[in-house]
């Protein structure tokens, strides 16, 4: 370890305990042969309780790190295989796109798929951090690593190996793991600096004790004390080992921490900007209004033809008002326009004339028209609730109207809006919002977001959202609940907290021990031996990881 430390150049924890060990063993031996007092038994006690301290810390670190270990058991080992009447059972790596594949109940996924037959309900919890079970039919798509229920599946292969959900998932996690926050830069550095003052410390309190007329050996003991004792290592675990645990927290509650600065940075938000469609509504329309129930009903007979999404809507509404559809003839589909068709005897036409609302004509003459708007997700408003109870101001921003941008925030609830905002103008507005002095974070789904994601001080991809997106953001909502987002605010402001309590207590700790190693209070009969020294060092290596460890006991 020590010479890893040096050849990196990072001297540390086991450069210091080298150097202690190497010190009270040449002594020891020194003294073996000239008579004098030998450290044996404080060398033998200093090493057994360091293998202790280092194992109990290694125990605490694999279990925070357990994101990815839980990630890769929930592959299976072996697939099932469809050739013909029969069923194969193949290696994972031996599967192909195309393949079909059965799943028996209780069995997992193998790979990312599509129903082609059978009904059976999903466990996707681990992936998704979403507890309920999820309903699969025929055209329903699954994700590898999910638990099957007590239906059989079978299913068309689409993804396999690097290129599945539970794959891309587990390469976001190991980027997390890899990357640093700002306060596990100042640790490093801190450890760092630490590991020179004991050298300097030790060295310095080596000769002042000789020079005091102290035997060598009592200098040599006063060395190794103060090498002990200043090992950074609670400094260098106060903050990484927080930082493992909140990756692996944020994994089981269906969010992604792809850079930790990100999620530091998410405790100062104050400002969170939803694009609309995808995070706030479901992308399925509603009439919001209609002028008069005639034009409703003919443009539902009309629609009745055709499977667009507006159309459904219409159709909706006109059954929902108990409105009677009539029978229509000569329907044509005009695209990008509407439709058009006949209605006893009378020319109906439904679609847009260069306006937002829908326009309703007979004959060419307006008889009214309909306006629509994407339905509001179901935990919007929640989330939304939840944002305000923390003090964060919630705006949204769309290229809708402002009459559709006015409906949606008025129903949830939203401070401020942005209608009508082009794709290059989002950038401008999320600056716009930061030069109030607020931190903005940005949460969004498709590629005209990436630009505003990358602007703002907290960019969060929806994880149904687009490739672009993601790549922008530094945290990504594996399900598309905005109720996740003050999750991650709360995340980040335990975690922050955490990191200050282990960064306290391992710096206040070395600013009091390190003295009493030294022997300032020799002459009060107070001594730290190297044993004692060694105890009290790994003791505060288990403190901060067993405050560490507290984080898990947190709800989100």
Same mark, same amino acid.
């Given at each position: 370890g020590a010479a890893r430390e040096i050849r990196a150049r990072l001297p540390g924890m086991m450069t210091l305990i080298a150097l202690a060990i190497t010190a009270a063993y040449l002594w020891s031996v020194f003294a073996a042969f000239t008579g004098q007092q030998p450290l044996w038994w404080e060398l033998s006690t200093l090493i057994a309780i360091m293998l202790l301290g280092h194992w109990i810390e290694m125990k605490a670190v694999a279990s925070a790190s357990g994101a990815l270990k839980e990630l890769a058991k929930?592959?299976?080992?072996?697939?099932?295989?469809?050739?013909?009447?029969?069923?194969e059972t193949v290696s994972l790596s031996a599967l192909a796109i195309a393949d079909t594949v059965l799943v028996r109940p209780g069995g997992k996924v193998p790979a990312d798929g599509v129903v082609l037959e059978g009904q059976s309900e999903l466990n996707e919890a681990i992936i998704t951090g979403e507890s309920k079970l999820v309903s699969k039919t025929k055209g329903s798509e699954v994700?590898?690593?999910?638990?099957?229920?007590?239906?059989?599946?079978?299913?068309?292969?689409?993804?396999?190996?690097?290129?599945?959900?539970?794959?891309?998932?587990?390469r976001l996690v190991k980027e997390a793991?890899?990357?640093?926050?700002?306060?596990?830069?100042?640790?490093?550095?801190?450890?760092?600096?630490?590991?020179?003052?004991?050298?300097?410390?030790?060295?310095?309190?080596?000769?002042?004790?000789?020079?005091?007329?102290?035997?060598?050996?009592?200098?040599?003991?006063?060395?190794?004390?103060?090498?002990?004792?200043?090992?950074?290592?609670?400094?260098?675990?106060?903050?990484?080992?927080?930082?493992?645990?909140?990756?692996?927290?944020?994994?089981?509650?269906?969010?992604?921490?792809?850079?930790?600065?990100?999620?530091?940075?998410a405790r100062g938000v104050g400002v969170v900007l939803f694009d609309k469609t995808g995070t706030l509504t479901e992308g399925k329309f509603s009439v919001t209004r209609a002028s008069s129930?005639?034009?409703?009903?003919?443009a539902a007979s009309v629609d009745a033809h055709s499977e667009h999404p507006i159309a459904r809507a219409i159709v909706a509404e006109a059954t929902k008002r108990g409105l009677v559809v009539k029978e229509a003839r000569?329907?044509?589909?005009?695209?990008?326009?509407?439709?058009?068709?006949?209605?006893?005897?009378?020319?109906?036409?439904?679609?847009?004339?260069?306006?937002?609302?829908?326009?309703?004509?007979?004959?060419?003459?307006?008889?009214?028209?309909?306006?629509? /708007?994407?339905?509001?997700r179901p935990e919007a408003k929640e989330a939304v609730?939840? !944002?305000?109870?923390? #003090?964060? =101001? *919630? +705006? @949204?921003?769309?290229?809708?109207?402002?009459?559709?941008?006015?409906?949606?925030?008025?129903?949830?609830?939203?401070?401020?809006?942005? /209608?009508?905002?082009?794709?290059?103008?989002?950038?401008?507005?999320?600056?716009? !919002?930061?030069?109030? #002095?607020? =931190? *903005? +974070? @940005?949460?969004?789904?498709?590629?005209?977001?990436?630009?505003?994601?990358?602007?703002?001080?907290?960019?969060i991809a929806i994880g149904a959202g687009t490739n672009v997106a993601i790549e922008s953001a530094g945290i990504i909502l594996v399900r598309n609940d905005p109720r996740d987002i003050p999750k991650i605010l709360r995340l980040s402001k335990l975690t922050y907290t955490k990191m200050l309590q282990n960064l306290f207590w391992a710096t206040g700790y070395n600013v009091v021990a390190l003295p009493l190693a030294a022997g300032v209070l020799y002459a009060q009969g107070i001594i730290l031996q190297p044993a004692f020294a060694a105890v009290l060092m790994s003791l505060s290596t288990v403190i901060v990881a067993a405050n560490a460890l507290l984080l898990r006991r947190q709800t989100l």
């Open positions: 929930l592959l299976p080992d072996t697939a099932e295989v469809i050739r013909g009447m029969k069923t994700i590898a690593g999910s638990i099957n229920g007590d239906g059989s599946l079978t299913i068309k292969v689409t993804k396999i190996g690097e290129g599945t959900f539970l794959s891309g998932v587990m793991e890899a990357s640093k926050s700002r306060l596990q830069i100042l640790s490093d550095r801190a450890a760092l600096w630490l590991t020179a003052i004991a050298v300097v410390a030790g060295t310095a309190t080596l000769f002042a004790w000789l020079t005091a007329g102290a035997g060598v050996a009592f200098s040599v003991e006063r060395l190794v004390a103060v090498l002990v004792i200043a090992c950074p290592h609670a400094l260098g675990l106060a903050v990484p080992l927080v930082a493992a645990i909140s990756t692996t927290m944020a994994a089981r509650n269906g969010f992604l921490v792809k850079r930790r600065l990100a999620l530091e940075a129930d005639e034009a409703l009903a003919l000569d329907y044509r589909r005009l695209p990008g326009v509407g439709a058009e068709a006949k209605i006893g005897g009378a020319l109906v036409f439904v679609g847009h004339r260069g306006g937002v609302d829908i326009v309703v004509e007979v004959d060419g003459k307006n008889l009214g028209t309909i306006a629509l /708007a994407d339905m509001s609730d939840a !944002l305000k109870r923390l #003090g964060i =101001k *919630v +705006a @949204m921003i769309t290229g809708d109207s402002e009459e559709v941008a006015k409906s949606v925030a008025a129903e949830l609830g939203i401070d401020e809006y942005f /209608a009508r905002v082009a794709p290059a103008e989002k950038v401008e507005k999320v600056k716009l !919002l930061q030069k109030g #002095g607020a =931190k *903005v +974070a @940005m949460v969004g789904d498709g590629v005209n977001d990436a630009p505003a994601l990358t602007q703002s001080d907290l960019g």
